[in-house]
T-cell receptor, first 116, second 112 residues
Framework: GAVVSQHPSRVICKSGTSVKIECRSLDFQATTMFWYRQFPKQSLMLMATSNEGSKATYEQGVEKDKFLINHASLTLSTLTVTSAHPEDSSFYIC????????????FGSGTRLTVV | QQQVKQSPQSLIVQKGGISIINCAYENTAFDYFPWYQQFPGKGPALLIAIRPDVSEKKEGRFTISFNKSAKQFSLHIMDSQPGDSATYFCAASSINGNKLVFGAGTILRVKS
């Protein structure tokens, strides 16, 4: 089945530094990648949608200059958290429309970001 | 605006019992309704999904019931097991929007 590989699974960084999270579609081509953020005991909130070869679409309230999304190829999408602050600490998850039934989605395993 | 409302927030069920989680949606353009299971520190995993042209779908111990007129759908977990203890999310999307909108989640604990 369709697999999205997400790395790293955990990262701790100092306040003010940048962190890059990668999501790769291993056995299919993902023209679209959704990026979610999940705070403890809360639901997944869509941050942005990346499309291969074009600019990402950000949800209302999400700072596009802080959360840089690049979708350079059909198998790789990256999210860079720039100038990270403790309030950016969260669980970040990517998801791609899968190759299964119409509307199916494949999720990455998530990245736990802790900013100290 | 919360487009998918999920209840209860948490649920405790005895082993062997039936776990029932409910969701209601507002957007009539939604035409895909999946349920996801999430364990701590992991990404969501698809359990089962339904489209509005059927009222029920069953896969193993998991059943979705769908009521289009009421704009509600529910997940039933039969013969609940301790290994089912996790957070469950309902979601919805439309083919046009292609974005998944998630419910708030239900923390299920199955007591052995």
């Amino acid at each position: 089945g369709a697999v999205v590989s997400q790395h790293p699974s955990r990262v701790i960084c100092k306040s003010g530094t940048s962190v890059k999270i990668e999501c790769r579609s291993l056995d299919f081509q993902a023209t679209t990648m959704f990026w979610y953020r999940q705070f403890p005991k809360q639901s997944l909130m869509l941050m942005a949608t990346s499309n291969e070869g074009s600019k990402a679409t950000y949800e209302q309230g999400v700072e596009k200059d802080k959360f840089l999304i690049n979708h350079a190829s059909l198998t790789l999408s990256t999210l860079t958290v720039t100038s990270a602050h403790p309030e950016d600490s969260s669980f970040y998850i990517c998801s791609a429309p899968g190759t299964g039934i119409r509307g199916g989605y494949t999720f990455g395993s998530g990245t736990r970001l802790t900013v100290v | 605006q919360q487009q998918v409302k999920q209840s209860p927030q948490s649920l405790i069920v005895q082993k062997g019992g039936i776990s029932i989680i409910n969701c209601a949606y507002e957007n009539t353009a939604f035409d895909y309704f999946p349920w996801y299971q999430q364990f701590p520190g992991k990404g969501p995993a698809l359990l089962i999904a339904i489209r509005p042209d059927v009222s029920e779908k069953k896969e193993g111990r998991f059943t979705i019931s769908f009521n289009k007129s009421a704009k509600q759908f529910s997940l039933h977990i039969m013969d609940s097991q301790p290994g089912d203890s996790a957070t469950y999310f309902c979601a919805a999307s439309s083919i046009n929007g292609n974005k998944l909108v998630f419910g708030a989640g239900t923390i299920l604990r199955v007591k052995s």
